[in-house]
């Protein structure tokens, strides 16, 4: 529990009483919650070792709901934390004492369905999931894919600018969303976007995707939708090493392949999910790839040749290509399930999200093990091999003094690794709370207030979201002063023609 | 005109007019220089800050200064079979910087995205003078804001980026013109979006005046052999169709991403909803236009001579907006380049760009909204 959340401001919890009064006003009935037992439930986002009940939480129902409990609060400077699922990995929805928690699970509506132009517009509570299942039955889908995407709402999906395991293929929740209605903290609604392509003018749009709650409240998405592949194919291939499957990925990619999925497991990760769910990995290698490809049946038949040759010319030791949809599943039910697989061999996991240029993955790996021996705790590896998003799941007692604490050290000497070797701190979890002290390994001090002066051009006084992924707020005041003053600059003879 | 060399030139350069409240505008290779209303201000060539810095064809990255010519970095992902999958196009001169400025994006918009999909980092100068880096130099990274979104068609109105990162992708080994000739108004969006929709992957739809609407089939050759075999039949109940050779197709794909064949002295943009593009050709038709159809409807290049805002009205009326590419100078000086945005929207547009530019350096009467800034804060 190394990261301090602002302390709370003692003003606002005075009036805490005030604050459900004019909460009750704006939403009435069952809408708002302040008593303990209710609260509860509310502690805690996918991050679980960080819990803090919110002072108080609000689900409105409707758009102009938002707009007054967003407006209330600005001008009664009271911060609001915004919450979807609450399935961030990186505590984006982590409560605040002194903050509202704006929860939008109400927001369950899919608006419209366009099959022609292939766009769906949706209310932010709809699960990821939900949107396939709407427009599968026409045989299209909504691409990315997070793991939680039973669960994960499409607005905390904007606003973590999600991925999942097809990313490499078919991008990341921002190049497959096209326009957001979004309520900023002073209570105003924009559209941003809409069902057009490349408007005019900066793309605020897409800062707001992935801004982690930190510049305003999606209350409408849409999103485009793709037609479902004829087909998918996956092969499963073994390799003694993981240097071996990293060189064979560096190949299928270099020879122009783009596979729908490209994931890699280490020894530990393969072992801990053959185990939960028996699907035949191989147990006698050092890494496992499972290479999808989709498309029409004769790309498919195509690619799955040219990439088990691959394998083949790298030193794979095992190979099996899926020989119908059931087997395909079956492939992906042990990796889908690796972190469960990896919650029974160890009493608590740490998942780490850093991405890495895919060819220092082997030196990477090596020094990972160092330091799993230095902080004397195991590490599993689950890789989205094709871009180079590292998972590596720190095994951890929470129960024994110490470690949990000792798990947040080698997860943070992890991510150093990641950003030393020209990567980044996260891939597709978001900085959140969990890596927000470390941002300045990746930005220096210009950086960080180049960002947060977007934050300021959103939410002036700094209510929305605080204490996420900014190390330090600076007051939006003192960003806004120039650092050049007449008469104090040089006057250099320049270059001219 | 001013041509920093480095950093180091850009940074005291912005500094410097800062001090004297002169205004600079940022330009690679000048090939749009007719964008936006006709202005007199300092001139700050990228061209000197050039040259690969990074490229590793397997990793699906490569770093570049901005100065560096199109032709230049296309050439050089060609000789590795790999391409800018958002498939930029621009005049001989045209930058790569100049190029992601202006979110130049061709026909394979519609399925692989554009110039903002791309754009994975960069280091730029600011308008208060400071060097900053955003995004980084892998393929999949959420860490703080996505300034390299806001960077992408920016024109110069929030910095000066000094080195670029941009996603690369393997080039199609084989790509096939399917065409559906003779074309009516209105059937053509039913073919295009009957195309998109389905599972033979077309990556491009395209419908020109002379009535050929062209579906682009890419990819590895059994692939594209399959569903070029596949189209017809998937087609069948819209129109026949045909393999279109090369050297016929690439003038037309080359209008129907660009315009730049259309005939009329004014030439606008016009991005709608797809469904809407061919109704948007029909209503414009009696005033006298050329046109042509891209991103499977949702680009609609419109030429005429006419010199009022018709264009733009009806395509708002058609939910979608209208940019002012090429225009006389009266015209240019009177209209603004992009479609005026809600005032809720543009009050925002103005904080973000201040939040780069708060002294308004880069404020060159290019674009009349940010020269109005303050009054929308009045």
Redesign the interface.
Known sequence: MSIAMPKPDAQTLAKRDRIIAALREIVPGEGVIDDLDGLRPWESDGLTAYRQPPMVVVLPETVEQVQQVLRWCHKEDVKVVPRGSGTSLSGGALPLADAVLLAMGKFKRILDI??????VVVQPGVTNLAITNAVEGR??YYAPDPSSQIACSIGGNVA??S?GVH??KY??T??NVLGVELV?MNG?????G??????????????I???EGLLGVVTEVTVRIL????TARAVLVGFSDPESAGACV??V??????PAGMEMMDRPAIHAAEAFVKVGYPLDVGALLIVEVD?????C???IEEIARIAGANGAVTSRVSQDEAERVAFWAGRKAAFPAVGRISPDYYCMDG?????RLPEVLSRMEELSQKYQLGVANVF?AG???LHPLILYDANVPGELARAEEFGNDILRLCVEV??????????GIE?RDL?PE???E??????Q??????DPGLLLNPGK?FPTLHRCAEL?R???????????E???? | MLAPRDTKDLVEIVARATAERTKLELAGGGTKAGFGAPRDCEVVSMQNIAGVVDYDPAELVLTVRPGTSLADVQDLVAAENQMLAFEPWGELGATIGGTIAAGVAGSRRVTAGSARDHLLGFTAVSGRGETFVAGAKVVKNVTGFDLPKLMTGSWGRIGAMTELTVKVLPKPRQTVTMVARNTPLNAAYAIMASALGSNAEVSAAAYLRTGEVLLRVAGFAPSVEARCAALPRLLAEHCPLDRMADDEAEPLWRNAMSGHALQGAVLWDVHVPPRHATDLVATLEPLGIDWAIDWGGARVWIATDRTDSEVREQALNFNGEARLIRAGDEMRARVPAFHPRRPGVAMLEQRVRRAFDPADVFVTGRFKEDADADQLFA
């Not at chain 1, 057009?196 to 800062?207: E, N, Q, R, S």
């Not at chain 1, 991405?355 to 060819?359: A, V």
């Not at chain 1, 002066?453 to 959103?458: D, L, N, Q």
């Not at chain 1, 120039?482 to 250099?492: D, I, K, Q, S, W």
């Open positions: 366009d099959y022609e132009d292939r766009v045989g299209f973590e600018n991925g990313c490499l991008g990341l921002t190049n900023l105003d609604v924009v559209r941003l809409g069902r057009h392509l490349d408007p005019g003018g900066l793309d605020l749009l897409g800062v995707v992935g801004s037609p479902k592949p004829e560096a190949q990619i270099a020879e122009g392949i783009i498309g029409p049946a004769a790309e038949d195509h690619l991405t890495i240029p895919r060819r989205h871009d180079g998003n020209g990567g980044v701190l996260t891939g597709e979890h978001g900085v890596k941002m990746m930005f220096g210009e950086d960080l207030k180049q960002q002066s977007v934050k300021c051009a959103f992924v806004g120039m650092h050049v003053h007449h008469g104090e600059v040089p006057h250099p320049l270059p001219r023609f």
